[in-house]
């Protein structure tokens, strides 16, 4: 039974390593496009905003677009890439990975410890829903991740909050008149019915 359970957890193992995609080696650049979804301009230009925060705060944001995750787990690819790649560098680990996945229609900002207070769950789901896949479901891939990148500096900056602030419900003041007119009619109305 022993040798049973041991040559079964050896091949999950095995299995579990088979079906993790490769990390490509580390690049000398924050936006990767292994997709092809951007031209050479749109590169470009986000790496040069991205190089210039990083050059202002030493905070790291890394673009990495990939074709397919060939069945890997979002997470756990973004966690090795992260670790592999040192986003943010090993001492203050203040990385943050922005991650598409084109062919499983996936996206992930995974945040390394130093950055993770400033970009919560909450804060990355709404820059996700709000910012960056408008730009996605309009077909324009990179509209969508120079919006998210710059939102995800103005929530490194505390300038971006979780959820949109709701106006406080008051009285309807311009509402006044109209109930006045209202009980003014009603009450003339009541009086000539009785004297008439």
């Not at 905003?49 to 690819?77: C, M, N, P, R």
């Not at 730009?135 to 710059?150: P, Q």
Request: charged share 25%.
């Amino acid at each position: 039974n022993k040798l049973a359970f041991i040559m079964s957890l050896t091949m999950s193992c095995i299995v579990a390593t088979t079906d993790a995609k490769e990390v490509p080696p580390a690049p000398n650049r924050l936006v990767n496009d292994y997709a092809k979804v951007f031209s050479p301009s749109d590169v470009q230009r986000l790496e040069q905003k991205l190089i210039q925060y990083d050059e202002q705060t030493s905070t790291q944001i890394a673009v990495v677009i990939i074709q397919s995750l060939e069945g890997d787990d979002l997470f756990d690819y973004s966690q090795r890439l992260s670790e592999t790649w040192g986003i943010g560098g090993a001492e203050n680990d203040n990385g943050v990975l922005l991650i598409v996945s084109i062919d499983d229609r996936k996206l992930r900002i995974h945040t390394g410890y130093g950055t993770e207070g400033a970009i919560p769950d909450a804060i990355a789901k709404r820059i996700i829903e709000d910012e960056i896949k408008p730009g996605f479901k309009a077909g324009d891939y990179y509209a969508g991740i120079d919006r998210g990148t710059s939102a995800m500096i103005f929530a490194l900056e505390g300038e971006y909050s979780a959820a949109p602030k709701k106006r406080k419900k008051g009285f309807p003041f311009g509402l006044i008149p109209v109930i006045l007119i209202i009980i003014l009619a009603s009450i003339f109305g009541r009086k000539r019915r009785y004297t008439g």
